[in-house]
């Protein structure tokens, strides 16, 4: 399905937020990667939780990779998709916060970012399929 408005094209600021989508989507599926990476050939119980958060982070790189790349069509499952993730992040990075990783900053900077551009009149209105 294509939006509604498909014959303009997909605002400024929106364009330079799925861009902050498609980096997001970049860092958790490299992440996960690099998880796997300091894992190989351990062996112990706490594995298993590692594997897990792994495999989810290169799940939502792959799924917000998706979002990032039917945004221009304006699909609405994918704001929303987008902006429940985008919270997640935000939750994660103030625990991580809280534990002492000042790095979470910059992941709670770009998902605030996002989540205030998805949530924004222009982000519902080009989200409109």
Request: hydrophobic share 60%; with cysteine; net charge neutral.
């Amino acid at each position: 399905m294509t939006n509604q408005l498909a014959d303009e094209r997909m605002p400024t600021s929106l364009k330079w937020v799925v861009a902050g989508v498609w980096l997001h989507a970049v860092l958790n599926g490299a992440g996960g990667i690099f998880l796997f990476v300091l894992i190989h050939g351990q062996h112990g119980n706490g594995l298993v939780l590692v594997t897990f958060v792994g495999f989810l982070s290169i799940a939502i790189g792959v799924l917000l990779g998706i979002c990032a790349a039917l945004a221009p069509g304006g699909a609405r499952w994918t704001r929303k998709t987008v902006l429940v993730i985008e919270w997640l992040m935000i939750i994660t990075g103030v625990i991580q916060l809280l534990a002492g990783a000042t790095i979470a900053l910059v992941g709670i900077a770009i998902a605030g970012i996002i989540v205030l551009a998805y949530s924004s009149a222009e982000g519902k209105e080009w989200f409109t399929v």
